[in-house]
């Protein structure tokens, strides 16, 4: 067997030692680079969080509003069918009237009618009283 002297000794502990150092230097690099890593992750989560707390937000407004809009639109079914009712009522209630309203109409069309044709009938026999009137009035006053 040979013998290792102390100065290959320390030369295979140097090269260990340097392979260490590099290995120490790798390791060091794969720290930062898996650190930069999970930061990355932990922003993209981060930013992914964010937007899922917005977007359920979102849908709880939306979920609101829809439940309001549904009260909003049965509170003015309600209104609808009371003011249609009521009109119901006050159509039921006028209607006598506004029947006699139209029958007095009509008889008011009659008597102006009639009111017409007498006007006319008075004015024919004026007219033609008129000639007679005249005729004996000239012959009363003797002028021919």
Known sequence: MAATSNDDILRALGRVEGRLSGIEE?????REDVSDEKDNAHQSRS???RRLDEQAKQISHLDTTVAIT?????QI???IKSLKDTVDKNHAATQPALEEWRRMKTIGYGISGLIAFAGLTVGAVVTWASDGAVAALRHW???N
Not at 26 to 30: A, D, N, P
Not at 70 to 74: P, Y
Request: without cysteine.
């Open 26 to 30: 790798s390791v060091s690099l794969l």
């Open 47 to 49: 930013v992914i969080h």
């Open 70 to 74: 549904g009260g909003v639109d049965a």
């Open 77 to 79: 079914r309600e209104e």
């Open 141 to 143: 006053l003797k002028i």
